[in-house]
């Protein structure tokens, strides 16, 4: 890593460079927004989708100096730093996706820079750890975080979608990726935290069936799911670092079975990549499922299957 960019916090290791996309750039020449890039999964597929050759955009709201989410390190500006570290194309820009005049300067910008073109668009905005209330019926929960949940984490994915695509649509082809948690119709235990991740998944439907709609059958919409994920959150509420996240195992119930970010933003990679993705359009699709169809494996050659631990429990 050069000297002008800060050492990458923790989870945010790049995929190893004998993955073969990294190898033969599938996506050079391509455009990518990542709308919440600044950790986790998000940062995972801004620097696995540069990696594959495309130019990203990675956007967030926390910035040096003004973190926005409680108590969390990360910034955009690393994302990119990293991105540009192991030798892909990046800009990052502070945007609040909640806020339409911001996504609407966004899209013009990238559209004056780009020529008009976006290929792939990643919503994967969240913001809702400190929200979230586990172990409460919905009539005792505070409406006032429920509300805030539904406008950072699926208003926002609205409002993205509503200026961005419409740079795909007039090229009539590209890649809407809307992150959730879980593939199945199972109540997700904390009832905004449900609304937000299955509501995600019906804006991949719907746009989905918008895009039949229109006649344009170059424009996909997929909602993926990683499984058990060691974001960075997630290893320090079990108070260890990707190195020795082994170390945690017995402390939760099938970490052993958790995965890197890098897992599911591979399977992004390959989406994009794929010229029958379309198939898919419509569907929500697990990290473990796309590992099967595309052939690639976690950072540490093992193949996690969240989905199989899910069907046991």
Do not use: C
């Not at 998000?42 to 594959?52: E, P, Q, T, Y």
């Not at 194309?89 to 073109?117: K, Q, W």
């Not at 009832?191 to 344009?216: H, N, P």
């Amino acid at each position: 890593m050069n000297r002008r960019s800060r050492s990458p916090p923790r989870v945010s290791l790049p995929p190893d460079q004998g993955w073969s996309p990294a190898r033969t750039k599938p996506l050079r020449g391509r455009v990518a927004l990542v709308a919440g890039a600044t950790r986790g999964a998000g940062r995972a597929i801004a620097v696995s989708l540069a990696l594959a050759g495309a130019k990203v955009y990675a956007t967030g709201r926390s910035v040096r100096g003004a973190p926005a989410t409680p108590g969390r390190p990360e910034t955009i500006e690393e994302t990119a730093e990293m991105i540009r570290a192991f030798g892909g194309s990046a800009v990052a820009l502070r945007v609040d996706h909640t806020v339409p005049e911001e996504v609407r300067r966004l899209a013009a910008r990238i559209r004056r820079a780009e020529d008009g073109r976006l290929d792939v668009l990643v919503n994967d905005i969240w913001g809702g750890e400190e929200l979230t209330e586990w172990g409460r019926p919905p009539w005792a929960m505070s409406w006032e975080r429920g509300r805030t949940m539904l406008e950072r984490a699926v208003f926002s994915h609205i409002i993205t979608s509503r200026f961005l695509v419409p740079l795909l649509v007039a090229r009539r082809r590209g890649l809407v990726v809307e992150v959730t948690d879980g593939a199945h119709a199972e109540y997700r235990g904390s009832f905004y935290y449900d609304l937000v991740k299955s509501t995600v998944i019906r804006l991949a439907v719907a746009y989905a069936a918008e895009f039949e709609e229109a006649g344009l059958p170059g424009l996909s919409a997929i909602a993926v799911t990683p499984g058990f994920l060691r974001s960075e959150f997630m290893l320090d509420q079990f108070g260890v670092r990707e190195e020795n996240w082994r170390d945690a195992i017995g402390k939760a119930h099938h970490f052993e079975a958790s995965e890197t970010p890098y897992y599911l933003a591979r399977g992004v990679v390959a989406l994009a990549s794929d010229r029958r993705a379309h198939a898919k359009s419509g569907r929500v699709i697990g990290s473990w499922t796309l590992a099967r169809e595309y052939g690639f494996t976690d950072r540490d050659g093992s193949r996690p299957n969240w989905g199989a631990v899910f069907a046991r429990k």
